[in-house]
């Protein structure tokens, strides 16, 4: 049962490999993320951000570890379906739109996980669907797009979209990877408000991916640094500071496995 105590999201020990990879995608990340509270994964490219958040949403079967997501544990071999879960609501970088639909039809899909199956089969939705689509379409600034296919937007409007969809779904938790990176500073500092600003009024978590320590800074509670698959630091946002943040983009170090041992002439 999810009580107001039960993590939004809860990690342990949670480890992945893509097929035909060497190295480990994440490495024994453990995680726990308060009802409410808007975390920040931070880390340069290749960090694992897409790997962690995909995992979450249950295209990556096959991870080590325990996960549960309010209060209800993942299975590592078969994931619920998305739109059994309505209360998680994702914005992910390849968007998943339907171009031959519209704008408000994309956002409306978001409904779907919260209308009985057979009258959403039928495109029955009820009137708290489309308001909470109309609502959504305005927060996001895409009204006048309402009716225009998603295949003639530009990646900027998708990606808005996408983020109405989420928020029209209007979820506990909020999983976003990199959710404003094809967006300029000024619209990206906007979205990104929204989505914080709606998910603290409904008392709704956030996790969202970025490589810019600026937006994770001003948006999160909480910043969790990922290197190299493993969680290099987990702080408040406030107290992330300089050499945390060039250490996390520093060039990649030599494992130390792999490092020679020192030559001190003794045998
Ligand atoms: P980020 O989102 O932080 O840039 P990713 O999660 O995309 O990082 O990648 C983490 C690691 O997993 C990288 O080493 C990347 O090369 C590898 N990786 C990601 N996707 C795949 C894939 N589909 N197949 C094989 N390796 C992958
Ligand atoms: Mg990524």
């Not at 295209?59 to 209360?87: K, N």
């Not at 404003?180 to 979205?191: E, G, K, N």
Request: aromatic share 4%.
């Amino acid at each position: 049962m999810t009580t107001a105590r039960t993590p939004a999201l809860h990690l342990n020990k949670v480890s992945y490999r893509h097929p035909g990879d060497t190295a480990s995608a994440l490495d024994a990340v453990s995680l726990s993320v308060a009802p409410g509270e808007v975390v920040a994964v931070l880390g340069p490219s290749g960090a694992g951000k897409s790997t962690l958040l995909a995992l979450l949403d249950g295209q990556l079967p096959g991870w080590a570890g325990a996960a549960s997501v309010l209060g209800h544990a993942l299975q590592p071999e078969r994931a619920l379906p998305r739109h059994l879960r309505p209360d998680t609501g994702f914005i992910f970088q390849d968007l998943g739109l339907v171009d031959r639909a519209s704008a408000r039809q994309n956002v409306l899909n978001g409904r779907l996980g919260r209308t009985p199956a057979a009258a959403s089969l039928f495109g029955r939705f009820t009137l708290d669907d489309h308001q909470a689509t109309d609502q959504a379409l305005q927060d996001c600034g895409i009204a006048d797009l309402a009716g225009r296919r998603a295949d003639q937007l530009s990646g900027g409007q998708r990606q808005r979209v996408a983020i109405a969809r989420c928020l029209a779904q209007q979820p506990k938790l909020i999983l976003a990877d990199e959710p404003v990176s094809s967006l300029d500073p000024t619209r990206a500092d906007s979205l990104m408000r929204l989505i914080t600003s709606l998910a603290r009024d409904r008392g709704a978590s956030v996790v969202f991916s970025s490589h810019q320590p600026d937006i994770a800074r001003r948006f999160a509670d909480r910043i969790v640094g990922l290197r190299a698959g493993c969680i290099a630091f987990d702080t408040s946002a406030a107290g992330l500071n300089e050499a945390q943040i060039a250490g996390l983009y520093a060039e990649a170090a030599v494992a130390p496995a792999a490092q020679p041992l020192p030559d001190t002439g003794v045998a």
